[in-house]
């Protein structure tokens, strides 16, 4: 039976695996190997790992940890930081990931993401967008971790991103990034229904009946998140978890 599905977003900084608040606030969680292996025995769909600071610093992320990844992961993944080149797209696939993640390249320079599509594949290029709200409720696109911004609609930035080639969208709310605040579902529901290419919401989650409502009310094609899959309880004790097949598949029928 269908169902979209549920990924955990995973931060990466110094090799170490870290969880965020409104792209701030790092705190050290983990191996992220380690969380690899629990999320193989609770049979996760997918994983995506960041990079946070890959940009920045004028790098792409670790081939090592890629092959690292590859060589425990059962479930497809996608990663993300510092990616510039069709070289670095190559090496990354070549050491195992399923796709890459964009962010910063696409920003500064579009036309790389059709380059990347062209050249790859739609279904190989995932465009990361952070959106942050700004003065009057006016909105900003960050990259290089969060840390520049452009003034642009959200939707129109989407839909260029679509016609350059990108084969998918994850759509990330900085402001309620860690906060447990629940996705920004208007922001989901105005970029779903503005493409045609798969759309993930990211950023917020609180509970397991946020995901449904994202899909339901916000049309998003999948659901991912953070802190719900690294943290258990009021006092954010760590805990890598992850719904049972069953209890997915009766969320979303």
Known sequence: MFRPRVIPVLLLKNRGLYKSMKFNDYRYIGDPINAVKIFNDLKVDELIFLDILASRENRKISLDFVKDVGDEANMPFAVGGGVRTIKDIKEILNNGAEKVVLNTVAVENPAFVKEASETFG??????????????????????????????????????KMEECGAGEIVIQSIDRDGTYEGYDIGLVKRIAESVTIPVVALGGANDHQNFRKAVDVGKASAVAAGSIFVYHGPRKAVLINFPTQDELLNLFN
């Open 122 to 159: 739609a279904s190989t290029i995932v465009v990361c967008i952070d959106v942050k709200k700004k003065f009057l409720r006016m909105e900003k696109i960050g990259y290089y971790g969060g840390t520049k911004f452009i003034s642009a609609d959200p939707v129109e930035y989407a839909q």
